[in-house]
C-alpha cells in the first residue's frame, strides 16, 4: 500500500460502547480520547489515559478514510457480481490490495457496520458532549452528509456536562443529527453518588436528564444494581426509582455492580467496608426498584451482568435492547424476578464488562 493509500485508510477506534451499539453494529466515530472525570469509584475503563478532545480536522480525515473504505469495498463488491454484498472474497481482495488493513483494529466493525446497512453510529469516548457546541455541530453534519444511510447517531454524556450546555444549544446539537444520549445515572441516591465520587447530586441527574429531553434527545439511563452493598441497597433502589421517575428518560438500563479489581470500590470489598448482595438479594433490591418506578420508560437488561437465571436455567430476563415497556409490562417484569427468586441463582464466576 503506498503511503497515501495507507493514510486515506487511517482512523482512530475506541474501546467502549454501550452492549446496545455493539449489537446494532454501530459504527464507532472518536470524537475524544478518554473520559474528562474520570473519578468514578467503580470505573476501570480509563483510568491511567489521559483526556484529549481531537480536532474538528482528525475527525472528518477518519470519516474521509472510513467513506474511503467502504467505496472500495461496494466497488470491488460489484465488480466481482456481488452487488454491494460484503462477501468473504469481497473482503479478501481489499486485503490483497492493502495488506496493512489486516492489522487495523478498527477494521472488523466497519466491515459490520457497512454489512448490516450503514444505520447506526456511537461517537467515543465517554463523554462526547464536552466538545464545543459549533465543533460538535460541524462533525454531525459532516458524518450525515458522508453517510446518507445513517439513521441514529448516540452517544454517552454526563448529567453535568448536558446540564451546562444552554437549550440552545443542545437543541441545535440535536438537529444537527445526535438523536440518543447514553447517561450513567448509577445511582439517585446522594449519599452513594457522593461515595463513588460520581461528580453530580440526585437533583444534577434530574436537571441533566429533563433538559435532554427537552432538547428533543431520546435519553438512555444506566443503573447499577448492587452499587449499595448489603448496607444501602434499599435507599439506592428506592432513590434511583425516585430519580428516574423524576426523569422518566425513554429507556433505563440495569447494569450491574461489579466490583473490578484496581478501583477504589473493589479496595472497599476488600477491606470489607462494602459487603456485597448475594444474586437472591440482588434480586430482592431489582423488585423494590421496579415496584418503585412510575415510568413509561422501557426497561432493559441488556448488558452481560444482568446473569440471573430461571429454574430451567435459562436467562431469566430477556437481554433485549428494547426491553420492557413500562407501566404495561412492569408486572411481567415482577413476575419474573419472583421467578429468580424461586430458583436460588449463584453468583457467575466470570462476567462480561
Ligand atoms: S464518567 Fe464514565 S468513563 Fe468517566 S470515570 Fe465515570 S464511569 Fe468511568
Redesign the pocket.
Known sequence: MSSSTAEKYSFETGVYRPPSEGGNFSLLVRLTRN?P????G??S??KSEKFEVRSVAQIKQDIDAMAFICNDLSEISHRLGHGGQMTRDTVMELFNKAPELNYHQGLSMLFQWFAAGGKTVFLQD??SLIMKTDDLVQVLQYLRKTFPSIERVTT?A?SKTISRKSLDELTAIEQAGLNRLHV?LETGDDGLLKIIK?GVTAQGHIKGGQKALEAGFQLSEYWMPGLGGKKFWKDHATNTAKVLNAINPHYIRSRPFYALPGTPLHEQVQAETLELQSPNELLTELKLTMQTLDVTSKVCFDHAGNYWKNRQGDLLLSHSYEGYQFPNEKQVVLDLIEQGLAARNRRPIIRNL
Open positions: 473520559c472525570w474520570n473519578r468514578c467503580f470505573c475503563m480509563y465517554a463523554n454517552y454526563r450513567g460520581k
